[in-house]
């Protein structure tokens, strides 16, 4: 006892320290470790993956690790990130397939695209382009739209993939054309018929398209998106082409397992923002038909709900049945 009562302004001061250190350790910086992006699928969500990795690696110095879980239209990956801790190191760099359209697509998903993920930004926006083998004699989109009602069903469109189909069904949707739909396993089979003239048009991705734009391949008819594309400035938009209220685009988000706290999601969105906004990341995206796409969480959650509905309206319209 007598050493106690000794020795208690000595243990205060250690028993301070200790409360002192331990919360140091509970506040330190986010991220304090390597993160890992887990990204639905190869190619191009991949690739941006490692590209925006590499910078905010640079920014916060620990590695970005990245992780591709290809299958099942990004599912896979989507689940895995779903589960995992809500600590901010398990990042998901996900698609309009993952948060859009899989929610029509299949009739039961192991994940809630709202309720088991936070948004944390916006990543990319791809342009797609509506091309027609040269060999068609029509210049415009007005122009095809008026050779497709004078032959309902005649023409026919190749489709290799979830998004290359619903952009047309979008414009059929909207104007009330009938064209046929040509099935592809990818879209570069498709693309190789298109050109050999085996069928009539497509809607793909811009950054694919524009060498065989300019070879004269195919001819180029309107952009997808609601703005042009810098690269071919003289191609108008769907919208400026005649067809009202058209927009679609694939995009990337990166999303945090639900739970994450208030300051990790606003720390993780300053980090892929700022990426974003990188020369290196400008550049990149512009080769491959993209562009930035930085939101708040916010402003992706809205706008992910908005794509899902859309999807679902074009693809009941297609008649494509959930799996």
């Known amino acids: 006892m007598r050493y106690l009562k000794r020795n208690l302004p000595a243990l205060a001061l250690a028993a301070l320290g200790l409360a002192q250190s331990g919360f140091a350790l509970s506040q330190e910086p986010y991220p304090s470790r390597p993160q890992r992006f887990i990204a639905m699928g190869v190619g191009f969500p991949e690739n941006t993956a490692r590209m925006i990795g590499s910078e905010i690696a640079e920014l916060t110095k620990h590695p970005v690790i990245v992780e591709a879980k290809p299958g099942a239209n990004g599912i896979l990956a989507a689940d895995f990130v779903a589960k995992a801790k809500p600590d901010g190191y398990t990042i998901l760099i996900g698609t309009n397939s993952t948060h859009a359209a899989n929610q029509s697509l299949y009739k039961t998903l192991p994940y809630d695209y709202v309720k088991d993920f936070i948004p944390v930004s916006g990543v990319s926006q791809g342009i797609l382009a509506m091309v027609v083998n040269p060999d068609l004699p029509v210049k415009s989109v007005a122009e095809l739209t008026a050779l497709a009602r004078k032959s309902p069903g005649k023409l026919t469109f190749g489709s290799g993939s979830t998004s290359t189909l619903a952009a047309v069904e979008l414009y059929k949707l909207i104007t009330g054309v009938k064209i046929v739909n040509i099935q592809y396993k990818t879209v570069p089979q498709a693309n190789i018929d298109l050109i050999a003239g085996r069928i009539d048009l497509m809607i793909v991705n811009l950054g694919e398209a524009t060498p065989q734009i300019k070879a004269g391949k195919v001819r180029a008819l309107a952009v997808s998106a609601s ?40 720390r993780a969105n300053e980090l892929v923002v700022a990426a974003l906004g990188k020369p290196k990341v400008k550049e990149y995206f512009a080769n491959v038909g993209s562009v930035p796409f930085p939101t708040t969480s916010e402003q992706l959650m809205k706008y992910q709900i908005a794509e899902s509905a859309k999807w679902r309206k074009v693809i009941l319209a297609a008649g494509i049945q959930a799996e």
Not at 236 to 262: C, H, I, N, R
């Open 227 to 266: 703005h042009r594309w810098p690269a071919l400035p003289d191609l108008p938009t769907m919208q400026e082409a005649g067809v009202p209220d058209y927009e679609w685009s694939f995009w990337l988000g990166a999303w945090l397992p639900a739970g994450a706290s208030k300051d990790v999601v606003a």
